[in-house]
């Protein structure tokens, strides 16, 4: 089956830095790009990064460039995002998501499956 | 980026009627080279992880029940449940993956009435 697994997730101070980690089984891990979503409480969704398979190449939304860090180890099956300065604004569900599909060429970003999320507070 | 849209904001539907969503983007997400329409529609219930439901705009995901059903093309998108079942109760978003920002539509509510 395939699974994913957020944790780290918690309550932080404006400006203090969290690591969220997602563990992956019942799949290749290192053949997948991975992203990480977030969903601030009643909201809706919201990409934040993304990660390509060997971990050479990563893309972030505008409002994460420069504070988030994303990155992932394909020897222990795992993805993380570092968050740094965080914010209020940056108070979320946090979810792992893998890429849809992809083959020898390509990679194609639905997303499926997602992890069950991890809640970031931050908040004074 | 591509701004997602959807309409309506939320929706209620009898059981066992029709229950229609509306997606649009702000610029085409129809790949060319292999003529396909980089959209997917999710499914979220309270607590839980949004779910895929259909992707390429009209594929549905495996074990997704052929009562949903995706079309649409260029910027202009519908998901139908063509008979609303109980389960169904959700909020409904649909995705661009034409080009990053990868973004989603505000979301769609369906109740049963």
């Known amino acids: 089956e395939v699974q994913l697994v957020e944790s780290g997730g918690g309550l932080v101070q404006p400006g203090g830095s969290l690591r969220l980690s997602c563990a992956a089984s019942g799949f290749t891990f290192s053949s997948y790009w991975m992203h990480w979503v977030r969903q601030a409480p009643g909201k809706g969704l919201v990409w934040v990064s993304r990660?390509?398979?060997?971990?050479?190449?990563?893309n972030y939304s505008d409002s994460v460039k420069g504070r988030f860090t994303i990155s992932r180890d394909n020897a222990k099956n795992t993805l993380y995002l570092q968050m740094n300065s965080l914010r209020a604004e940056d108070t979320a569900v946090y979810y792992c998501?893998?890429?849809?599909?992809?083959?020898?060429?390509?990679?194609?970003?639905?997303?499926?499956?997602w992890g069950q999320g991890t809640l970031v507070t931050v908040s004074s | 980026d591509i701004v997602m849209t959807q309409s309506p904001d939320s929706l209620a539907v009898s059981l066992g009627e029709r229950a229609t969503i509306n997606c649009k983007s702000s610029?085409?997400?129809?790949?060319?080279?292999?003529?396909?329409?980089?959209l997917a529609w999710y499914q979220q219930k309270p607590g839980q992880p949004p779910k895929l439901l259909i992707y390429?705009?009209?594929t549905r995901e495996s074990g997704v029940p052929d009562r949903f059903s995706g079309s649409g093309s260029v910027t202009d998108f519908t998901l139908t449940i063509s008979s609303l079942q109980a389960e169904d109760v959700a909020v409904y978003f649909c995705q661009q993956y034409y080009s990053v920002p990868f973004t989603f539509g505000p979301g769609t509510k369906v109740d049963i009435k």
């Open positions: 998501a893998r890429t849809g599909y992809c083959n020898s060429s390509n990679c194609y970003n639905w997303f499926d499956p």
């Open positions: 610029q085409s997400v129809l790949n060319r080279s292999n003529n396909k329409n980089f």
């Open positions: 990660i390509n398979s060997d971990g050479s190449t990563t």
């Open positions: 390429w705009a009209s």
